[in-house]
């Protein structure tokens, strides 16, 4: 079953989602869901949560502040702290629900939040257990794989410039999130990126926008979720990897996976960054709802 929700964020911003309960009535272990970035909840996380309500788990979904469905200005824009604390706003909402069971809070997500739950896994002990999938592992090398390294300097100068630009009043400055040339300017410079993006938002997503802030970027840079890693436990943690990764690349995950403490259970999925949403859907979401079943259900 799916209903309409909002609530409201700490700042009062007006986030809107789903709300997926299983088809047995009383309190279930709630999933918080939202997805990465630029993303909005039409892309996918629909056949997660449905998923897991076929396991016996409601889940709160949401679009993230600027994006989709909720408020929030600028739009577009993506601060990942911000991002991180409507995580735990989304949990003080889902216990209010008489559906959820309070004590059983997992979190959910993936690609950029994906590096939200690890560090929201550390930070709010309300969390029980968390799967995240594909993540961004650290901004400042995530983003030199990504872009070229003679590059840099002017994509430095262009954050300074835009400090500049707002601070004197001027309006954000705006960057294709992908582009059909990979060498051409875009927050997400791959192939698959631009393909996946396309594709499913002509299919299921009219309400993406092929568009960030360029601040995005700059907030991306100093962003580093893997150095929270080793303060999740005891929080049980399921770390799902594509080893054909290029976006948010396989060899950092898979590094950064060893400094995580027990419990925790690393998932390889043989595809790419994508994959995981349509071609290789069952074989990222079945783990997640084992460990869920264990970690967060009790078995």
């Not at 789903?18 to 993303?39: K, L, N, Q, V």
């Not at 990504?146 to 960057?175: C, N, Q, W, Y």
């Not at 999130?177 to 698959?192: E, H, Q, Y």
């Amino acid at each position: 079953m799916r209903a309409d929700i909002a609530f409201n964020a700490y700042d009062g911003t007006t986030l809107r989602g789903w709300h997926y309960t299983p088809d047995a009535s009383g309190r279930h272990p709630t999933i918080i869901m939202a997805h990465g970035f630029s993303a909005v909840k039409e892309m996918y996380l629909d056949k997660y949560a449905e998923a897991f309500a076929k396991a016996g788990f409601a889940s709160v979904v949401f679009d993230n502040r600027n994006f989709g469905a909720s408020d929030g200005e600028p739009r577009q824009e993506i601060d990942p702290w911000m991002q991180i604390r409507d995580y735990s706003d989304a949990i003080t909402f889902a216990q209010s629900l008489d559906q959820t069971e309070t004590g059983r809070i997992g979190i959910w997500g993936s690609s950029y939040s994906g590096a939200h739950v690890l560090v929201v896994a550390a930070i709010d002990r309300r969390v029980k257990c968390v799967v995240s999938q594909v993540p961004l592992i650290s901004g400042y090398h995530g983003f030199r794989r990504l872009v070229r390294a003679d590059f840099i300097a002017g994509l430095h100068e262009g954050f300074h410039a835009e400090r500049a630009k707002i601070a004197t009043g001027g309006t954000p400055s705006m960057l294709p999130v992908v582009a059909a040339d990979p060498m051409a300017p875009s927050a997400l410079p791959t192939a698959d990126s631009y393909i996946w993006f396309t594709e499913t938002a002509a299919l299921r997503a009219p309400s993406w926008r092929n568009e960030v802030t360029l601040r995005t970027i700059e907030y991306g840079f100093g962003y580093e979720p893997g150095a929270y890693l080793g303060l999740i436990s005891p929080t049980p943690l399921m770390l799902i990897v594509a080893v054909k990764d290029h976006l948010t690349v396989s060899d950092l995950a898979i590094g950064a996976y060893e400094q995580a403490h027990e419990p925790k259970r690393l998932v390889l999925l043989p595809g790419g960054h994508f994959d995981a949403y349509v071609a290789g859907f069952e074989q990222s979401s079945g783990p997640a709802c084992d460990w869920f079943r264990t970690h967060l259900a009790g078995g």
